[in-house]
């Protein structure tokens, strides 16, 4: 199974498959199971095109058969009551690609379709057959793929923007998962050509999958916490510097519980007009210093990349707010690792790491 697999990528990198040509075949077999392995594996076959425009697509022979084994291995939430019962939104899913031809047939001859963030409004609802519709509407309004992709992973950074603090901590993990696997998703629908998207409708079920977990996790949005600098809502009384600002939400990592003053602090930093840029780095600096867990980058690293999407917007705002509560709920850690890379270093340049104590 798996070297079957493996043996029938390295043929199509062989016969000289493009980077787009490659995407649609990943994607279409990774969406063979609904939102498999909680999103992982089609996050990590993004994470390896990536990282293959990074090194270099001479080595895709070496490096994409290693995600071959995860997704054969991987569990789809078919199998799962919650995606079967009470409504069951595998049979919703499969119904729908089965249209996805035909809609798109019908958009093509619209233009410049921006409804990206109305839609993701209706992502976030709460009823399944809705929610499809309003992605077939868009689909007939000249939606195409890497649109879906890009609304889609909005609405998911708003179920983490909006995530309440009275659920239990691990739920951040839930919300988590579906907005890393609908970066990957749009990440991956960007790759391919637009032009022929009836070569690949298969692959855009990776969507419909993904709107059917936002929609699961809508509990987490019971009651929604709110949005810093949206509905009037003052912010005077934080500070106005940008540098004291960034400061500030260093501070608030350094402390638990800061999740909504990191969301204000980020909020503020950004409807000021001060540069994203650099709040983008403090928020790096906040997980390097950390013992961050691989959740806690791929949360930074897509919300950068979907920021990147959107622009300094009200949307692009939601975004980086949803990155500051994520990380927020998740410091400060032990901060140990600093030690271990201190050690390295020593090491590294010949020092020894213990002396008898007449030594000095």
Not at 29 to 54: M, Q, V
Not at 327 to 355: K, N, V, W
Request: glycine share 8%; net charge negative.
């Amino acid at each position: 199974h798996r070297e079957a697999a493996e043996r029938t990528l390295l043929t199509a990198i062989a016969a000289g498959f493009s980077p787009a040509e490659l995407a649609d075949a990943l994607l279409a077999a990774a969406t063979d199971r609904a939102f498999a392995d909680t999103g992982h594996s089609l996050d990590f076959i993004n994470k390896a095109f990536e990282c293959l425009d990074l090194i270099g697509w001479q080595h895709a022979a070496a490096l994409l058969p290693a995600v071959v084994g995860q997704m054969v291995a991987a569990r789809g939430a078919e199998e799962s009551t919650a995606w079967r019962q009470p409504v069951d939104l595998v049979l919703l899913c499969e119904e729908s690609t089965s249209e996805l031809a035909d809609l798109f047939a019908a958009g093509r001859g619209a233009r410049d379709w921006s409804g990206h963030a109305a839609l993701a409004q209706e992502l976030v609802g709460d009823d399944p057959a809705r929610i499809v519709d309003a992605l077939k509407g868009a689909i007939r309004a000249g939606a195409d793929p890497a649109d879906l992709g890009q609304s889609l992973a909005y609405a998911a950074a708003l179920r983490v923007a909006r995530f309440g603090t009275a659920n239990e901590h691990a739920d951040w993990e839930t919300a988590h998962h579906v907005f890393t696997y609908a970066n990957a998703v749009h990440q991956m629908l960007t790759r391919m050509d637009t032009a022929s998207v009836d070569t690949h409708v298969t692959a855009v079920r990776g969507v419909l999958h993904g709107a059917m977990a936002l929609y699961l996790a809508r509990y987490l949005n019971v009651p929604p916490a709110g949005i810093p600098g949206d509905g009037g809502e003052q912010l005077d009384d934080l500070p106005a510097e940008p540098e004291t600002i960034r400061a500030a939400l260093l501070d608030a990592f350094d402390r638990q519980r800061q999740v909504d003053l990191a969301a204000r602090l980020v909020a503020r930093h950004l409807t000021l007009g001060h540069s994203p840029q650099a709040l983008i780095a403090t928020l790096a600096h906040a997980v390097l210093r950390e013992d961050a867990g691989f959740h806690t980058y791929q949360m930074l690293e897509a919300g950068v990349r979907q920021f990147g999407a959107w622009g300094n917007t009200d949307e692009g705002r939601h975004i980086l707010i949803a990155v500051a509560r994520y990380l927020a709920a998740h410091s400060p850690t032990e901060r140990a690792l600093h030690q271990t890379a201190d050690i390295a270093r020593r090491l590294m340049r010949g020092a020894e790491l213990h002396q008898e104590a007449g030594s000095f």
